[in-house]
Each structure stands twice: as C-alpha cells, then as structure tokens.
C-alpha cells in the first residue's frame, strides 16, 4: 500500500475521531462515565484500518488530544488520562490489535463473525478494562463497577454493529486483509 494513501487514511480515520467527540456526552448520574459517540470511530478505525494503521489513527489522536480539546465535552488527553474515564482509552488503544489478533484466531469474511469480534475487542475488552480501572480509581468494589458498565452495552452493541457494516463494506478498498 502507498504510504501516501496510508498517512491520509489515518490522518482522516483520526479527524473522524475527533468528529465523533462533537456529539455531546450522555451523562448517567450512577456512573462518572458518560455515553459517547467517539468509541464508535476508534471501532471503525480498527476494522477499516486494521491493527497498525488503526493503532496509529488512535495515537495520532491521543497525541493532538495533548493540545486540542479532542474528546468529547471537549477534554484533552491529559484530563481523560487523569479522570475516571482513562481505562476505556487505554482500551481504545489496544482495541485494534486485539481485533487483529482475534480475525487471525478466527479468519472468516462472514459478517457476522466479524461483528461477533468486533463486539468482544470494541465493546467486551473496552468495557472490561475499563470498569477495572474505574473501581481502582474510585476505590469501589470490581463486581458493581463491572455491573454499572452494562449500562454501555446495548449502545455499544449497535456501534459495532454500524462499525461492522461500514467496515466489511469498505475495508477491502482501504487495503486492510
Ligand atoms: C472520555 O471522553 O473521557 C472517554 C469516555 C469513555 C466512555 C466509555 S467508551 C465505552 C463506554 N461506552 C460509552 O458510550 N461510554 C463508555
């Protein structure tokens, strides 16, 4: 693949990122964690770019986050690595090499075990990781940090399934295997 198209990609993968975060977070009260829209374009960056494009994508947000108010409600990338919210970012930043590592587990053009991967590295390793890191940082027990994290699932669930759609349609264009 031509590294011009490849920098581009991932220059737009990033501005797509940061697009997301202009949807206002949803906050939920119970939870010092809203919903957002972002998640959705660190799953597209994965499934569209793959593991080391879409890695970069992520990185190259995180790296304007240091200068930009990138995130959603307009945080910057030190504030959300000092905050509650930082272990789902962590989690977004693996995100597209678990995916990779799970598309070689299971290699398969069907949608729907796409979407089933997609879901387990966008949704599962993201929320997991996740509520660990927001019991440890509000000092509260694993299992109800791990239960209030449900509240993410169905709306995650069909950002995977969107990032699934999008993705299996235009990946092979992108260059991704
Ligand atoms: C931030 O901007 O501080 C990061 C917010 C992280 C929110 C997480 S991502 C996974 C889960 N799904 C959501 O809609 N919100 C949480």
Redesign the pocket.
Known sequence: MNSTKSLIQIALMATLIIIL?LMP??PLGFIP???????MG?MLAAVLLGAKRGTLAILIFLILGLFLPV???G?TTL??FS????G??M??VIMPLVLAGLRQLLPSSQPLVIFALVWLSG?LV??VI?AIYLAHYTHAALLPSLLS?LV?IP??TI?AVIATIIGTRYRKQLGSD
């Open positions: 975060g977070p949803l964690v809203p919903i957002v829209l972002q998640n660190v995130f959603t409600g945080s504030v959300v905050g509650p919210t930082a789902y970012v989690g977004w949704v993201v929320d996740g994290n993410f709306g995650d950002k």
